[in-house]
């Protein structure tokens, strides 16, 4: 089997609204797929993180990844992964191993439409289905103290036992009370996470997390800047909360420092983020070795796979079609939440198709 087309393909769409975090504001969504077409008749599709990067950037990555590819057997995916990576030159972090990724997941998707297994069996079929927890509480214009619990209640609702909400766009009192109003409207119950996306220096993670401990908080999710692993080991030393980071740290070089420095209690790992499916499993078994868990970072579609893959899967993070109105028409079948778990979906490979008469009118690549 050979290699004979390496694309991406781009979308944008505006938000319905735009949505802040703890550093920035949002006004699109988009993905972008990377797709490999082979002389067998066989494709497959990989999505690459960077919505943030224009078209052209990612777009001129992927022609300079496919002179490598072109001509070659898709199921070796080590071998072009260590021939992509030229950590001088592409990498070793950033917008080039993100792409790099989408097009080792795009490897992946092959090799599990060959096998005719999905992913999640292909790499080890640990278990079928997962617990999940809905991201979101984020700040919005005009969105108080009431129109956030009615959010978290909502999304409780969906039926699971854990939601996340960000803290870090605030003064650390408001963000107290956010997390205040969060906790009564959910009850003891329901596991409660933040997420900083890095907004803090180490010592206002300190003071937060130390005002937000009666709270009962499941993690406290990247306090500070990804490349501070010192300040965020103090935190973890600081506070009984646990620390979770990793979306944005990429190979397993990084995760390795993270690991070392004690840096984090939970890994998030993106496999859109640092370098694909086949860096995903190494990250996952290093995690292993020092009896860490794993609760990957966005993209429910591809996680849902890797992380019951693996035996320190511990949860899945699940954006709602209520968070991106569009979610629900982008690809052929959306994962449903049941009884708390999402279940790994039984089609070969990722199991993923673009609906692509839909999405027409947002390709801007
Ligand atoms: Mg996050």
Do not use: C
């Amino acid at each position: 089997m050979k290699i004979t087309d390496v694309r991406m393909e781009v979308y944008s769409w505006p938000r319905e609204k735009p949505i802040t975090n703890g550093l920035y504001t949002y006004t699109h969504s988009g993905i972008r797929p990377v797709i490999i077409e082979t002389d067998e008749g066989v494709t497959g599709i990989g999505l690459a993180g960077g919505d943030q990067v224009s078209p052209e950037v990612t777009v001129s990555m992927v022609e300079h990844f496919k002179e490598i590819l072109i001509g070659k057997d898709p199921l070796d995916n080590e071998r072009h992964w260590h021939e992509m990576w030229r950590p001088k030159l592409v990498g070793r972090r950033g917008i080039t191993t993100r792409v790099l990724g989408g097009i080792d997941m795009a490897l992946w998707d092959i090799k599990g439409k060959v096998a005719n297994l999905p992913l999640y069996k292909l790499l080890g079929g640990f278990t079928n289905r997962i617990d999940t927890y809905v991201a979101g509480g984020y700040y919005e214009e005009g969105k108080g103290l009431k129109e956030l619990a009615a959010e978290m209640e909502h999304n409780v609702d969906l039926g699971v036992r854990a939601v996340k909400m960000k803290v870090g766009a605030a003064p650390i009192n408001v963000d107290i009370e956010r997390v205040r109003v969060a906790r009564e409207v959910i009850g003891p119950d329901i596991r409660l996470m933040v997420d900083a996306n890095n907004a803090y220096r180490h010592y206002q993670a300190i003071e937060f997390a130390r005002k937000a401990e009666k709270y009962d908080l499941f993690w406290f999710e990247e306090p500070v800047e990804p490349d501070d692993y010192i300040g965020q080991a103090e935190i973890t030393r600081a506070t009984s909360i646990p620390i979770a980071a990793g979306e944005n740290e990429y190979t397993r070089y990084g995760f390795r420092d993270m690991i070392n420095t004690r840096a984090v209690d939970i890994l998030q790992p993106d496999a859109l983020v640092l370098g694909g499916v086949t860096e995903f499993m190494k990250i996952a078994a290093l995690a292993q070795a020092n009896d860490l868990d794993i609760a990957p970072h966005g993209k429910q579609e591809v996680h849902i796979h890797l992380v019951t893959a693996v035996p320190n899967g511990l949860i899945l993070e699940y954006y709602a079609d209520t968070f991106d109105t569009m979610h629900g028409n982008i690809f052929n079948d959306t994962l449903k939440i049941e009884d708390g778990y999402v279940y790994a979906p039984d089609r070969p490979g990722l199991g993923i198709e673009l609906n692509t008469e839909f999405l027409a009118k947002y390709r801007v690549g």
